[in-house]
């Protein structure tokens, strides 16, 4: 049987196999290259592949992201950490103005395929400014490819497809998941981006998840099942680009469809899916989609107050039996 | 391409590593009183010597000596001495709980006491305070209640912020305190907006603000800096350069090459280099500079020489990156020593009135602090009723929110 690996390692693993293969493969943030990250991370890069590819750099988010650009447009892949999801807003100028469109406004002869790594979510009462789960945002910027791992191997493989990828690719990663273990990652099952995996096979509804809410996903699923409801769970992995035809498929099957993500509702992730389901899946579905997910305000610091602001296993099993009720 | 030989780029790194015996030998401390004291209306252009200079006024023999001696009164200085004691003993206990779970998160201000509370003491108590979080010195010294920033801190039922911030993100409109960001430097714009908004109101209110040398590297830091030169804003913007920014040496966020007070220069601001470990020179020179704000000539940039004496959080493990005790050799001291040797060397204080005070002082944040729990713990609360969290989001409570609020049955 494959031993198990933590999810922080996972991506540290990855890192090291890509920065072994290509030297163009640089590490740059704040405080990733002797103290290893405020995660942990990049632990040991800076010992392997030394103070010029593995980074410390002043603290200032948008010459981190701005100078990635740069770096790629010189054929170097920059992987870069911004400390947590929150402070991205001040990256955002390169991100979305510069990254995203560089190969469009260069008539597809330039590029600028850089990786942002950043944790995003709670669960580790850290208050409005740590906690936030900004994806609809990058997922809603033509030119920038999102990705959401849920366990350790998705994430190793995530991060080397990531690495590989013609175009910038943000990078998240759920805080609550780096102590979380699981099956260290096999060569052959190599992700692309864009591909969702099915954890658990069903026929009464679909439940669409990614990043760390998969686990309340598939927890709901098994409290379901003792109901004599029997759930499909899928994680989604990729936001941008998503998966829609294992999706709409699943639908097919199960005709329900409950989307989980630890983001606010109002236009997120599932605000999407949901619409593509009801253009492309209505006459598939018995009822209409749910959506669980945080409400719209931002995260309160107070663990007993997190919690209820925190999407679970309980909200996902009420919104299951509303959709098969 | 053309290949070139040698090393890829310049990366600075700190002479000392973990595990080395502290070595500030490279660090070069001018005589106190030896910094020269310019008019309050020299233009920027004249004092630029300022930026290379350190203003000192405590010598080695504790005396106070020189052009930025302000003159303070003996109780005015006990009155200082006494806060900064107790800020450090607040910290104390409240790392101490920390440490027993009773807290999530904390950050310390040892050996950067008089950063905060002398620059309290110069300026007016309804001058508006933009602060980072290693200020907490100011706000006790404003006369903020102990008790209600434990409460803050534990999330209880009397946390004025309702459970929704982050520990020691204390936010004070009755102490004109600036709620603290969790996001580097936002408050230098901010505080240069509120000093001209305070400008157009004819009001002689000026604003002061403080981030760390780490967070001078943000654009924000260099963006408040050209507005505030544009419009000569009354603001006095303090960089506390305390050698570290969490894992990281002051060399890394530009302080190898120049002073960060030298920054100042190329915005025509006044920068100026000051001692954050002499009480009498932060005074003098935050002063000096709400002085210059006052009388609208302009804005000063302060670099505050200080040594970050205490991890940089309770996250964070400084053995992975410094060596141990560091801060005991720091050349420039311990500010709440300095200020006590300086009083007692003139017969104003004794070493028993000191140990007495701060016993005092320590009592008395543990009583606080069994009072502050009587109003609810971190773990057990009683905390904000959970139907608090969804006000304030916006003035009004949107439809949607209160559909979702009603839909987890709160
Ligand atoms: C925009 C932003 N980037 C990064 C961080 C993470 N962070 C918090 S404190 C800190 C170090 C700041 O160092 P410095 O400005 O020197 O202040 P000090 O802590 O030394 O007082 C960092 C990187 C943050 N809070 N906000």
């Known amino acids: 049987m494959s031993s198990e690996i933590k999810f922080g390692r996972a991506i540290n693993q990855a890192l090291r196999e890509c920065m072994a293969a290509d030297d163009a493969v640089i590490v740059i943030g704040e405080d990733i290259a002797g103290a290893g990250g405020s995660f942990g991370v990049t632990r040991g890069l800076l010992n392997e592949f030394g103070e010029h590819r593995v980074r410390d750099t002043p603290i200032s988010e948008a010459a981190i992201v701005g100078a990635a650009v740069g770096a790629a447009m010189c054929g170097l892949r920059p992987v870069v950490e911004i400390m947590f999801m929150d402070f991205v807003t001040l990256a955002m100028d390169a991100l979305v103005n510069q990254a995203a469109k560089m190969r469009f406004m260069f008539g597809g002869r330039a590029s600028a395929p850089l990786v942002l790594r950043t944790p995003h979510g709670g669960g580790l009462s850290a208050g409005p400014q740590h906690s936030q789960c900004l994806e609809a945002w990058f997922a809603h910027v033509p030119g920038l490819k999102t990705v959401c791992p849920s366990t350790p191997a998705d994430a190793y493989h995530l991060m080397k497809a990531a690495v590989a990828d013609p175009d910038p690719v943000i990078f998240i990663e759920n805080k609550s998941l780096y102590g979380a273990s699981g099956p260290a990652p096999q060569a052959e099952n190599a992700v692309a981006i864009g591909e969702a995996k099915t954890l658990r096979a069903g026929t009464d509804l679909t439940i669409l998840a990614y990043g760390a809410v998969c686990r309340d996903a598939l927890k709901a699923a098994e409290m379901l099942a003792s109901e004599g409801v029997s759930a499909e769970v899928i994680d989604l992995r990729s936001l941008q680009p998503w998966d829609k035809d294992a999706v709409l498929a699943s639908v097919a099957r199960t005709h329900r469809l409950v989307v989980v993500h630890e983001a606010v509702r109002d236009f997120g992730p599932a605000a999407e899916i949901c619409a593509h389901v009801a253009e492309f899946g209505f006459f598939d579905l018995d009822a209409p989609p749910e959506r669980v997910a945080a409400p719209f305000m931002p995260p309160p610091f107070a663990p007993d107050l997190e919690r209820v602001f925190r999407p679970n296993a309980e909200a996902i099993i009420e919104a299951a039996r509303r959709s098969v009720s | ?410």
Not at chain 2, 25 to 45: F, L, M, N, W, Y
Not at chain 2, 154 to 181: M, T
Not at chain 2, 235 to 241: D, Q, R, Y
Not at chain 2, 301 to 321: F, K, N, Q, V
Request: hydrophobic fraction near 35%; glycine fraction near 8%; charge should be negative.
């Open chain 2, 1 to 410: 391409m053309t290949l070139v030989t040698g090393t890829a780029f310049h990366v600075p790194a700190p002479g000392r590593r973990p595990g080395d015996t502290p070595d500030f030998s490279k660090i070069e401390v001018p005589r106190a009183g030896e910094t020269r004291k310019p008019a309050v209306d020299a233009p920027a252009g004249e004092v630029t010597d300022l930026a290379y200079g350190l203003v000192r006024v405590l010598d080695h023999n504790h005396q106070a000596v020189g052009p930025w001696d302000p003159q303070l009164s003996d109780q005015e200085l006990i009155n200082g001495l006494k806060t900064m004691v107790l800020t450090r003993e607040f910290d104390d206990r409240m790392l101490k709980m920390q440490r027993t779970k009773r807290l999530s998160f904390y950050m310390k201000s040892l050996g950067e006491e008089a950063v905060a509370v002398a620059a309290a003491a110069a300026l007016n108590d309804d001058d508006m305070l933009f602060p980072s979080y290693r200020q907490q010195g100011a706000l006790i010294a404003r006369g903020k209640d102990l008790g209600e920033m434990m409460c803050h801190c534990i999330s209880n039922a009397r946390d004025n912020l309702k459970g929704r911030q982050l520990p020691i993100h204390y936010a004070s409109a009755e102490h004109n305190w600036f709620s603290v960001s969790g996001n580097l430097c936002t408050q230098f714009p901010q505080a240069v907006g509120w000093a001209l908004a305070s400008s157009y109101k004819r009001s002689n209110r000026i604003a002061s603000s403080w981030i760390g040398e780490g967070s001078s590297a943000e654009g924000d830091f260099h963006a408040a800096m050209t507005l505030a030169s544009v419009y000569k804003a009354p603001v006095v913007l303090n960089l506390v350069n305390n050698q570290w920014a969490i894992s990281m040496f002051q060399g890394l966020s530009g302080g190898e090459s120049a002073t960060f007070a030298a920054k100042a220069i190329g915005y025509g601001v006044p920068g100026l280099r000051v001692d954050g470990n002499d009480f009498l020179a932060v005074y003098a020179a935050t002063r000096w500079a709400a002085d210059r704000a006052r009388r609208k000539i302009g804005p000063t940039l302060l670099e505050i020489y200080t040594y970050r004496g205490e991890a940089h959080s309770t996250s964070d493990d400084p053995s992975r990156y410094r060596p141990k005790d560091e801060w005991r050799s720091w050349p420039l001291g311990d500010p709440i020593e300095r200020l006590k040797n300086h009083l007692i060397g003139h017969g104003a204080w004794s070493a028993d009135e000191h140990e007495t005070w701060r016993a005092q002082c320590e009592e008395r944040v543990a009583t606080t602090w069994k009072e502050s729990i009587g109003h609810g713990t971190l773990e057990e609360g009683p905390h904000a009723p959970t139907h608090t969290m969804f006000e304030d989001v916006y003035a009004e409570q949107p439809w949607h929110l209160r559909r979702q609020r009603q839909d987890l049955g709160v």
